[in-house]
């Protein structure tokens, strides 16, 4: 699989990362990196939510209701500014997937990506329904349809267990209370790693936007 690094490289990533910068008035460039961290921090949490069945239910519920058609209507998405529906819903996932973390989240990937953390909420309200896009596009690729399922999906996605000093420092980020001790280490782990196989970029939503 190609790690997410390569996806932000291609067509649709830049079309992503474009549209998000300019919804929410961000440097591209700054936002580029801000995804790069953030998305494995939100799956990380996703799986995190899917080994209790609460919460894998709740999962399984919300990916029902994203297909994955966003990514057909990026041009649609961003053209005119970012739907205040798939805004609000962006706020929802974060809530259900961060819950009380949330702050702290923001906070610490604040200090890094140098966006002060309202922008980063914001930022993350638009990326949220389509990083669900993706994984309902995925699920149903993969015949998804319980929560051993979901939980093997989401596991594979951040690269299994091949990496486990990655899934801790994830795990860090997620259990930060925005100091930011950790996360030089965890932005280098994130940034240093994409060339190398097997890492979480080396795995991470490879073949989801039409690569394998």
């Known amino acids: 699989m190609e790690g997410i690094l390569d996806l932000l490289n291609s067509p649709i990533g830049k079309t992503i990362i474009n549209g998000v910068a300019g919804s929410t008035g961000q440097d591209t460039n700054k936002t580029s990196g801000l995804l790069t961290m953030a998305l494995p921090v939100l799956m990380k949490a996703m799986e995190r939510n899917a080994a209790t069945p609460q919460g894998a239910e709740?999962?399984?519920?919300?990916?029902?209701?994203?297909?994955g058609g966003i990514?057909?209507?990026?041009?649609?998405?961003?053209?005119?500014?970012?739907?205040s529906d798939v805004i609000a819903d962006g706020g929802k996932i974060l809530g259900h997937v961060l819950g009380n973390k949330q702050q702290g989240v923001?906070?610490?990937?604040?200090?890094?990506?140098?966006?002060?953390?309202?922008?980063?909420?914001?930022?993350?309200?638009?990326?949220?329904?389509?990083?669900?896009?993706?994984?309902?596009?995925?699920?149903?690729?993969?015949?998804?349809?319980?929560?051993?399922?979901?939980?093997g999906l989401l596991g594979g996605l951040l690269g299994g267990n091949s990496a486990p000093q990655n899934q801790s420092f994830l795990e860090k980020i997620l259990d930060a209370d925005?100091?930011?001790?950790?996360?030089?280490?965890?932005?280098?782990?994130?940034?240093?790693?994409?060339?190398?196989?097997?890492g979480i970029l080396g795995g991470l939503l490879g073949g989801?936007?039409?690569?394998?």
Not at 208 to 212: A, E
């Open 106 to 151: 923001e906070q610490v990937l604040s200090q890094k990506s140098g966006i002060d953390a309202g922008s980063v909420g914001n930022i993350l309200k638009v990326a949220a329904p389509i990083l669900m896009g993706v994984l309902g596009k995925q699920s149903r690729q993969n015949g998804v349809s319980n929560a051993g399922d979901l939980g």
């Open 71 to 83: 990514l057909d209507n990026l041009g649609d998405l961003f053209g005119g500014g970012v739907n």
């Open 178 to 198: 925005g100091d930011g001790s950790i996360i030089d280490d965890v932005a280098g782990m994130v940034l240093n790693s994409g060339s190398k196989k097997g």
């Open 58 to 67: 709740g999962l399984m519920g919300a990916l029902s209701k994203h297909d």
């Open 208 to 212: 989801l936007f039409g690569k394998k």
